[in-house]
C-alpha cells in the first residue's frame, strides 16, 4: 500500500501550484488523508467523524431555533364527569437536546438519553364548561416558563416512545 501513497504524493506535488500555499496544504492534507487510511482504516474513520461532528457543530445544525425552549401548544383539558373537551394554549417543552451514547455498552446498562423538559413551571387553572353541579370544573395544567435537557421525570412529563399527544381527547364532545 505503501507505494500507492508515493505514487499519489509525487503526482500531487507535481501538480501543486507552489505560489499558493493554500492549495499546497490542502492537497497535502488530501494526500494525508489517503495515506492515513491506507495505513489505519480504523484512525481515518475516527478522524473523518471527529471533523464531520466539528464541522456539524460550527454549521449551526444544532442552532438556537431548536434548542429546547418553551414553546406555544394547544392542549386538550377533559375531567371524568364533565361532557365536554376544551382547547387549552400553554407553553410545553420542545426541542433538540445534544445527546451522547457509548456504541459498545455492558449488558445490563440503564438508557440515560436526556430530553427536553420542565425546568421552572407554573399551574394555571381553568373552568370548564358544562360540567354537573356535583364535578368541580376547575382544569389545572402546567405552563412552561423554562426548559432544560435532562432525564425523563414521569411526575411531569409523558416518557413514552410517543405519546397520543396533548391535544387528544377521549371524549369526543369538543368545545373550542
Not at 467523524?49 to 431555533?65: E, F, M, P, Y
Not at 414553546?71 to 394554549?89: F, L, S
Not at 413551571?121 to 423554562?146: H, K, M, N, R
Request: charged share 15%.
Amino acid at each position: 500500500m505503501d507505494w500507492v501513497y508515493e505514487l499519489l504524493r509525487k503526482y500531487l506535488l507535481q501538480t501543486i501550484d507552489k505560489t499558493d500555499l493554500f492549495q499546497s496544504n490542502e492537497i497535502f492534507l488530501i494526500s494525508s488523508l489517503f495515506y492515513i487510511q491506507a495505513k489505519n482504516q480504523l484512525l481515518a474513520t475516527f478522524l473523518f467523524l471527529a471533523a464531520t461532528h466539528c464541522s456539524i457543530l460550527q454549521s449551526g445544525v444544532a442552532s438556537s431555533n431548536q434548542a429546547c425552549r418553551p414553546i406555544n401548544a394547544t392542549i386538550a383539558a377533559e375531567k371524568d364527569g364533565c361532557p365536554v373537551c376544551m382547547a387549552i394554549t400553554t407553553s410545553i417543552c420542545s426541542g433538540y437536546c445534544n445527546t451522547k451514547d457509548i456504541l459498545w455498552k455492558p449488558l445490563f446498562t440503564s438508557f440515560r438519553q436526556k430530553v427536553c423538559t420542565y425546568k421552572e413551571i407554573q399551574y394555571e387553572t381553568a373552568l370548564l364548561q358544562g360540567c354537573p353541579p356535583d364535578v368541580d370544573p376547575s382544569f389545572i395544567y402546567p405552563v412552561a416558563l423554562s426548559c432544560h435537557c435532562d432525564l425523563c421525570n414521569m411526575d411531569s412529563s409523558d416518557c413514552t416512545v410517543q405519546g397520543i399527544g396533548p391535544d387528544s381527547c377521549s371524549n369526543q364532545n369538543l368545545l373550542a
